[in-house]
């Protein structure tokens, strides 16, 4: 599968009254932000990786959850929702054109979860860092996807704005229409809630960034599954510029020789078939 070319939609285009409410409530919600004629083939791949209630509740998982780690078993959640904007909204709120992708995760919430979270933020495992009251670049933000819809009974993510201290009874429940995003940082005080519905399930495809140079942050690396089958797929996939998001040196770079270049189409097939690298020893 060649990388997702995204075609900016108007109502895709993040405001400037958006990214100040961002930055003043500490999250943004952006409803429908995937067109409807996008959302059928990430719905359908989504349910390659998690399945629905109808096909899990004769043998529940344990605490009516799931979590699934990077890479999953569909390549296009694997791609992750790179879209230009998400990016460029990511650079701008981390003050540098140098961001990395901190991998989430895939999420299933089944009727019976109880989340018993009396709320928290994600630093504390996402960062060796505390956090920073002055500096948000050394937090990292967040994209919270839901390609279907999410209900008051299907356990809703509760974000408590800044203004609002660590209230959870003021808390705002992402309950939203397919194809919403919603953004929040490491610092967002938040919570999980129970699933108080009979049928249904809410899914999560999540992923983050960062800035490229703080190595001392992050939820999940891959430098560690350099030889996982669905990686090789993704890298192979990508654009060279989509793969500096995944601490890939940039196609410029004198790592890049005839040898290495040979030797990175073995290990991912298609590697350089846009011809974006050139060897740097001619």
């Known amino acids: 599968m ?17 990214f100040q409410q961002l930055l003043e409530e ?13 959302l059928p083939a990430l719905q359908a791949a989504q349910r390659n990786a998690l399945k629905p209630w109808d096909e899990v509740k004769a043998n529940p998982p344990p605490h009516r959850a799931l979590i699934i780690p990077y890479p999953y078993t569909d390549l296009r959640m694997s791609q992750l929702y790179l879209h230009p904007e998400l990016i460029k909204l990511g650079r701008r709120f981390l003050k540098t054109p140098d961001v990395h992708a901190r991998v989430g995760c895939l ?19 996402n960062s060796l860092l505390p956090m920073s009251t002055s500096h948000r ?8 996807i839901h390609l279907e819809e999410v209900k008051a009974e299907t356990a809703p993510l509760r974000l408590v704005r800044t203004r609002d201290g660590k209230d959870l009874s003021k808390a ?10 919603c953004i929040f940082n490491n ?9 108080t519905g009979t049928t249904g399930q809410r899914f999560t495809w999540g992923w983050g960034l960062g800035r490229a140079d703080h190595s ?28 500096t998001l995944f601490r890939f040196p940039p196609p410029n770079h ?29």
Not at 187 to 195: E, G, I, K, R, V
Not at 233 to 241: E, G, I, N, R, Y
């Open 2 to 18: 060649p990388s997702v070319s995204y075609v900016t939609h108007p109502h895709q285009r993040i405001t400037e009254a958006q």
């Open 26 to 38: 500490n999250f943004l919600i952006l409803p429908r932000f995937i067109p409807d004629d996008e």
């Open 107 to 125: 999420l299933a919430r089944y009727p019976g979860f109880v989340c018993n979270d009396p709320g928290h933020i994600d630093n504390g495992n």
């Open 137 to 144: 670049e050394f937090g990292q933000l967040g994209f919270w």
């Open 172 to 181: 705002v429940p992402l309950v939203c229409p397919p194809g919403t995003v």
């Open 187 to 195: 610092y967002t005080f938040h919570a999980a809630s129970d699933f």
């Open 216 to 243: 001392f942050e992050g939820f999940v690396h891959y430098t560690n599954i350099g030889t996982d089958p669905m990686w090789k797929a993704v890298v192979a996939s990508f654009t060279a510029d989509e793969r």
């Open 254 to 282: 004198y790592y890049y020789t005839r040898q290495t270049l040979a030797a990175l189409e073995a290990w991912y097939p298609g590697w350089n078939a846009r011809g974006e690298y050139l060897p740097s020893d001619g």
